[in-house]
């Protein structure tokens, strides 16, 4: 029943953007924090940007901090990850992650989506 659906991947140029979209189903993103990470090959999974239940605060990671803008739709019940200024070093497979307020230890993924940026 709970379902995190990754789009917008694909292959770009370097400096050029993407916008990858998560849609939820199954629950409501209103509650829960919301968070985008990656995982290139060879390398272990890392948290690139989260946005809290509340949909205000938000944090990134240093590598992405000032490319990458992460939002939420809870009407939608969508989380989006702007990316701009792509470099090579950001390609990876990007998942969708969400995390009930209250309840910290319960976390939900998405397939994940590619996202290649051509060297």
């Known amino acids: 029943q709970v379902q995190l659906v990754e789009s917008g991947g694909g292959l770009v140029q370097p400096g050029g953007s993407l916008r990858l979209s998560c849609v939820a189903s199954?629950?409501?993103?209103?509650?829960?924090?919301m968070s985008w990470y990656r995982q290139a090959p060879g390398k272990e999974r890392e948290l690139v940007a989260t946005?809290?239940?509340?949909?205000?605060?938000?944090s990134y990671a240093d590598s992405v901090k000032g490319r990458f803008t992460i939002s939420r739709d809870n009407i939608k019940n969508t989380v989006s990850l702007q990316m701009n200024s792509l470099k090579p070093e950001d390609t990876a497979v990007y998942y969708c992650?969400?995390?009930?307020?209250?309840?910290?230890?319960?976390?939900?993924w998405g397939q994940g989506t590619q996202v290649t940026v051509s060297s």
């Open positions: 992650n969400a995390v009930p307020a209250w309840i910290p230890t319960i976390k939900y």
């Open positions: 199954g629950f409501g993103i209103s509650n829960y924090a």
């Open positions: 946005s809290t239940s509340a949909g205000i605060s938000t």
